[in-house]
């Protein structure tokens, strides 16, 4: 696997709080190739975010990196010192956050703000700075760059701003773009817009893509590869076609079953029963059990380790030993 | 933006029309003018010829129309105590006050900017802690406290200051200054750090305060995701709009600091405005008064205003705003 980008093993993130260490993430570990796509989903909570943010070294105290490692490019880079990490961010890693309106510095006109970015990463005159800025802007899609370059950010739309926020996250060419819920704040016919840019940059760039999202839908148009995470862990990582079609996980075959369908069936959509549960209460054994209609004595007890299944990977104890049993 | 600017120039003259009518009715009821011009003795005639010369026999309307028409023209009439016309009066004090209070002001807001910024980015730090307490200190201890410690402290016993008056003072043109003289700018010290101390307190707790809200928004977060430098992210992306509520309250302190400034002439005998108009409280001077009232409340109306267009300047979303609603 000479062309991974990201390599995420065993990352655990811990936030110290009044009533003990809370742990958001145990033991994440996935894998990104250049020019992929890998969608993230699961529900509020299941730390999509805080895995990315971990990715690019920004997890504020009282949150820290436990455990586990992470490498970019064969770099180990979750224990850098802070100074070498922040020019790892911008410049090898973009990140594009969930709500555009407020990315952006309202002070500064957006043009300044991506030239202050690129001088920072790239050694380019103001001048040749500027004209790279209008190349990324006319890049992602806005109409007339030369003149609003030196727009301020409340001049421009949403679905606008979060394409600068682009140009901002790709001005330095990364290895690896994190997406945190792009779409979420945005109108739905600016969503698929907005969808279609970031897949395209990452295929013109030979870009690594995290997409982080709860929206199935978006997952199922972008994603080679998508990771389904529920409390903290990864329950089910596979190609995309696999997963959306042939979910193996109890908790994925939910989140599939409660997809509304085009067709027209007139079935009610699957609901999973209960709630993720909180940080604080986690259960022993498999943290989905509660809320599982195939748990068994096991689940209860020992937490289950990611098994092969295929292309997929799942943790889950139904298919230990007893593979082909409940995989459809 | 002239349309905005003219709107709020209408408002303002809106409220020195209404300070007027309450500067000129000190004349009404605060007792008879004339009694208090005339020594016990003098006849009633005579009485009646100093009324007359003042045009105090005049309908209340007329007496009004002419009082505001010369104020608008700087005329606040003649002062009762010292014979003098009151704006000659005015002027002569008016540089040592203004001197003063942007003294004090620029003390405080170096000052003040700086320890709140340190104080939000270095937050666990024990100087940090230290500032916090000597902000409560200073937000609680009143003006003329402090001013008589330092007094003690300065100029009684270690004899570093002098203890009151302006020291010696250029005059240019009309404007004296203490500027350009070393006694001028001794004097200055401890006057300008009493009166800006609460200032300077204030503008700390609040950058402070508006700087930790800043650094938790997403804009600061990205900017942080950019990889941008510590350094640009707190001074260039915080700082920014970290200023912008500091210019509104600075600006406003400002007239606050000219009010205020009595207290802080009266301790340090500062011959300014502040120590004018406590020497006509206490003779019943009201053309002083009047004229007193009158002068603060055009300077807080002017900064006010001014306050409204730097906004602008710094905030180009309120200049649009202001762009489409004009």
């Known amino acids: 696997m000479t062309d991974t980008v990201l390599s995420v093993r065993n990352l655990q993130v811990e936030f110290a709080s009044r009533r003990g260490t809370l742990r958001a993430i145990d033991g994440v570990s996935l894998d990104i190739a250049k020019g992929e796509v890998l969608g993230v989903v699961g529900e509020s909570g299941a730390g999509k975010s805080v895995t990315g943010l971990a990715v690019i070294g920004l997890i504020d105290p009282p949150g820290r990196i436990a455990g586990g490692e992470i490498h970019l490019s064969g770099m180990r880079i979750d224990n850098l010192p802070p100074e070498e990490m922040r020019r790892v961010r911008g410049k090898r890693i973009g990140m594009i956050f969930q709500d555009p309106l407020t990315s952006l510095n309202p002070l500064y006109r957006v043009g300044d703000q991506i030239v202050e970015t690129i001088r920072t990463h790239l050694n380019l005159s103001e001048q040749a700075a500027r004209r790279r800025a209008i190349d990324l802007l006319a890049e992602v899609g806005i109409p007339a760059p030369e003149k609003r370059i030196d727009g301020y950010p409340h001049e421009f739309s949403g679905g606008m701003r979060q394409r600068v926020v682009i140009a901002l996250a790709i001005c330095a060419e990364p290895e690896l773009i994190i997406a945190d819920e792009p779409t979420t704040a945005l109108d739905v016919s600016v969503q698929a817009q907005i969808i279609s840019l970031i897949k395209r940059l990452g295929r013109d760039h030979g870009t690594a893509v995290m997409l982080v999202t709860h929206d199935m839908g978006v997952i199922a148009e972008t994603s080679d590869r998508v990771a389904v995470m529920y409390a903290g862990r990864v329950a089910e990582i596979g190609p995309v076609q696999d997963v959306v079609k042939n979910p193996l996980h109890p908790y994925a075959k939910g989140l599939m079953g409660a997809i509304p369908t085009l067709a027209g069936d007139d079935k009610r959509l699957v609901q999973i029963p209960g709630s993720m549960p909180r940080l604080s209460a986690i259960p022993r054994g498999c943290s989905f059990n509660p809320r599982c209609a195939f748990a068994f004595d096991r689940c209860r007890v020992e937490r289950p380790e990611p098994l092969r299944q295929g292309a997929q990977s799942v943790a889950c104890h139904l298919y230990d030993k007893a593979p082909a049993e409940n995989a459809a | ?326």
């Open chain 2, 1 to 326: 933006m002239l349309a905005f600017t003219l709107r709020r120039a209408v408002q303002a003259i809106g409220v020195m029309f209404a300070v007027g009518i309450i500067a000129f009715s000190m004349f009404r009821f605060a007792g008879d003018p004339v009694n208090q011009i005339v020594s016990i003795d003098t006849s009633a005639a005579e009485r009646e010829v100093v009324r007359k010369s003042l045009g105090l026999d005049d309908p209340v309307p007329v007496q009004f129309v002419r009082y505001f028409a010369d104020a608008a023209q700087f005329k606040f009439g003649v002062s009762y105590q010292f014979r003098q016309p009151v704006s000659t009066l005015l002027m002569e004090r008016m540089p040592a006050t203004l001197e003063l209070a942007i003294c004090a002001t620029i003390f405080a807001m170096v000052l003040g900017i700086l320890m709140g910024v340190y104080s939000a980015l270095k937050r666990d730090t024990m100087l940090a802690k230290l500032f916090q307490a000597v902000s409560l200190i200073g937000i609680s201890l009143p003006t003329f406290l402090i001013g008589i410690l330092l007094i003690y402290l300065f100029a009684v016993t270690l004899g570093w200051l002098p203890s009151f008056g302006r020291g010696e003072v250029v005059k240019l043109g009309w404007w004296t200054t203490g500027l350009l003289t070393l006694s001028g700018l001794k004097a200055l010290i401890m006057p300008s750090i009493t009166l800006g101390l609460f200032q300077m307190t204030l503008i700390m707790r609040l950058v402070r305060a508006e700087m930790l809200e800043v650094l938790r928004t997403d804009y600061i977060r990205f900017a942080r995701a950019r990889g941008l430098t510590t350094r640009a992210v707190h001074f260039g992306h915080a700082l920014k709009n970290t200023l912008i509520p500091v210019i509104t309250v600075a600006g406003l302190q400002f007239g606050s600091v000219i009010a205020f400034s009595i207290i802080t002439e009266t301790v340090f005998q500062w011959p300014g405005m502040g120590l004018l108009f406590v020497q006509a409280v206490q003779n019943v001077d009201i053309p002083i008064m009047a004229a007193y009232l009158l002068m603060v409340s055009l300077i807080f109306v002017t900064i006010n205003l001014a306050v409204d267009i730097l906004y602008t300047v710094v905030d180009p979303r309120l200049r649009s705003t202001v762009g489409r609603a004009a």
